[in-house]
């Protein structure tokens, strides 16, 4: 009989007998230990690019405006100045080639002109996002 557990590539094989099953059963914890310690080598902190990116923004504007600016942001583009969807590119995910050209640092000065022009402010923006799923 063949196990393969989360599909990791990792194939037990069960024998009878009681040393056998327990010697699988320390194999199953070793490999369990070893998988759970691969995930905790992913990093959940954001890069220090991402945090600079938002410290810039937040000088542009109040916290609580930049707290839905953060918000509006993550669910375009997961702070990645290179995101695409379509024809649509960049930090905002503004449909334009030449906003996908721009810097990180430009493209939120373009996005928050337009979200001013728009919406007024950052919480309007992603209140509208929220409801139609576009801004």
């Given at each position: 009989?063949v196990i ?9 094989r ?9 010697s ?25 690019a ?5 410290l ?9 405006e ?14 990645n100045p ?8 960049g930090?905002g995910q ?15 000065d ?9 919406y007024?402010d950052?919480c309007n923006?992603l209140h509208h996002?929220?409801t139609?799923g576009?801004h």
């Amino acid at each position: 009989m063949v196990i393969n557990p989360l599909d990791t590539g990792i194939t037990l094989r069960l024998r009878r007998g009681p040393k056998a099953a327990r010697s699988q059963r320390v194999r199953a914890g070793y490999c369990l230990t070893l998988m759970l310690l691969a995930l905790m080598l992913i990093p959940i902190n954001p890069s220090k690019a991402d945090m600079n990116l938002k410290l810039y923004a937040y000088n542009k504007m109040d916290w609580s405006e930049f707290q839905c600016y953060n918000w509006l942001i993550f669910k375009e583009s997961s702070w990645n100045p290179k995101a695409r969807n379509g024809s649509h590119r960049g930090l905002g995910q503004m449909r334009s080639e030449w906003y996908g050209t721009l810097s990180p640092k430009k493209q939120i000065d373009v996005h928050i002109k337009y979200i001013r022009h728009r919406y007024d402010d950052a919480c309007n923006a992603l209140h509208h996002f929220e409801t139609k799923g576009w801004h």
